[in-house]
């Protein structure tokens, strides 16, 4: 394992302790989890690309670290009543259908590329601000005015690049391409 993964690996591990904190009503150190996982996504993807460390693995684990962390934050947020629940059902919703659809695409053995779009690397932008500040408020109490336009915009986002992603898999789901022998 690389250097690179194993900071992917450490986001993962980074899971359990931002749930923690956030049920004991520690949100300084759910801010601190939080922000030091922020910081690992940049950082392990600077550190394969700086250092040549880029491999299969890390392409997958990476964005599951990065769902993985989102997810279980707008879960565990939503049901402490710090972000709204319908948001949660919503940024959730999206990555279930997206994962359902790449293993419908998989099973089918539809070729598929797997690369973030612009539309969900903005989505996946907002959603980690919009923790980021929901965590941040009463440290940072300007954030105060963010905090509505933040979650309508993460929303629209999230529901067009998930509309995104669906558009894309119906057009390989329907491809004339003929699929892949086993191999």
């Not at 900071?7 to 993962?12: D, K």
């Not at 491999?55 to 279980?72: C, E, M």
């Not at 099973?107 to 903005?122: E, T």
Request: aromatic fraction near 8%.
């Amino acid at each position: 394992m690389n250097v690179a993964n194993a900071i992917t690996v450490l986001r993962i591990l980074l899971i359990p302790l931002l749930v923690i904190f956030l049920i004991e009503n520690e949100p300084r150190f759910a801010f601190l989890v939080f922000l030091a996982a922020g910081v690992s996504d940049g950082l392990d993807g600077f550190v394969a690309r700086v250092f040549k460390q880029k491999t299969l693995v890390g392409a997958y684990l990476d964005p599951i670290a990065d769902k993985l962390l989102l997810n279980t934050a707008f879960v565990t947020m939503a049901a402490l009543g710090v972000l709204p629940a319908w948001l949660a059902v919503v940024v959730v919703s999206r990555d279930v259908i997206i994962v359902a659809g790449i293993g419908v695409l998989m099973l089918l053995d539809r070729p598929l590329c797997i690369q973030p779009s612009l539309v969900s690397k903005a989505t996946t932008c907002l959603q980690i601000c919009l923790v980021g500040v929901f965590l941040g408020l009463q440290y940072l109490p300007p954030l105060a005015q963010l905090e509505r336009p933040l979650v309508y915009l993460t929303a629209v986002f999230t529901l067009f690049s998930g509309l995104h992603y669906v558009t894309v898999g119906f057009r390989l789901l329907v491809s004339q391409t003929e699929p892949h022998e086993n191999r």
